[in-house]
């Protein structure tokens, strides 16, 4: 088969249930010209038995199988398993989704339809509260619950389980997304960007000096600013639904990290998709 005109990149560990609800939202997907790969930061058998479902079906519906892109697990090494997740894909789109982020059928679409050269997508999502996530399941997914807003989840976002259910109305009129302030957008969130595969390889993918959770995707963000590429926003497009979980601490190593790199003006680094010696 030619190459997919994108590539949707999902991020995992060790999170199955998310994960298989995650399978079920990018099974509805509204456009067919996608593959998906799966990078997984060292998860075990349960996860692996998800991921080999997706694939049957995703194989199924869109003639294509999952790529899973696996490492063993040795503290939190994202940049490394993305950055081999990208080697093994093909599209020319790049689209990243985390591995507890269910999209909406139109994800992909959205991040194709809105592409622009010299620019890359970030969107927001849903954060669905501790008591609609444990009501969730990939039945309702399946059958359309978070196409649109429901009464469900309006409700959970009323009585302060969900936060920013706003965000589960999509809005494609350029004219409304203006008057709504849906045009402008202060960064990227790792869970919900996508950039043309061109410009990830110029900045030389993800540095994988980043170890331990947080501030990778902002690093990602500032290198293709230093590029010269600037920010799209998909508010109100590129819709998706973050599952809720116990949060992460931050590793405050990666602050320092990224403070270097601001001053430094610096587009590639050298730990990543090519290694690079001084």
């Not at 063993?72 to 080697?87: M, P, S, T």
């Not at 994800?107 to 501790?130: I, K, M, N, S, T």
Request: proline letters at 3%.
């Amino acid at each position: 088969a030619m190459n997919p005109k994108a590539t949707l990149i999902v991020t995992t560990y060790e999170m199955p249930r998310h994960l298989e609800l995650v399978c079920a939202g990018v099974l509805r997907q509204s456009v067919q010209d996608f593959e998906m790969v799966i990078c997984d930061d060292g998860s075990g058998p349960e996860t692996r038995k998800v991921i080999e479902t997706c694939s049957r079906s995703f194989n199924e519906k869109f003639g294509r199988a999952v790529i899973h892109v696996w490492q063993e697990h040795a503290g939190f090494r994202k940049c490394r398993i993305l950055n081999e997740g990208v080697r093994r894909s093909s599209g020319e789109t790049l689209i990243f989704l985390d591995g507890d982020c269910i999209p909406h059928r139109d994800f992909v679409r959205d991040h194709l339809e809105q592409r622009e050269p010299g620019r890359y997508l970030a969107g927001r999502r849903v954060e669905l509260g501790e008591k609609f996530s444990s009501h969730l399941s990939v039945e309702k997914v399946a059958k359309g619950l978070l196409d649109s807003p429901s009464f469900s989840l309006m409700w959970s976002g009323l009585t302060g389980d969900s936060e920013f259910t706003n965000r589960s109305l999509r809005f494609k009129n350029s004219w409304i997304r203006e008057r709504l302030g849906m045009n402008r957008i202060p960064d990227l969130k790792g869970c919900n960007y996508s950039v043309s595969r061109k410009d990830l390889e110029a900045v030389n993918g993800f540095d994988e000096a980043y170890e331990g959770y947080g501030r990778e995707d902002t690093d990602i963000e500032l290198r293709l600013q230093h590029l010269g590429l600037s920010i799209k926003s998909l508010k109100g497009l590129a819709l998706q639904y973050h599952v809720w979980h116990p949060r992460r601490s931050f590793t405050p190593a990666n602050d320092n990290r990224l403070e270097e790199l601001k001053l430094s003006r610096r587009v590639r680094c050298q730990s990543g998709l090519v290694k690079e010696s001084n």
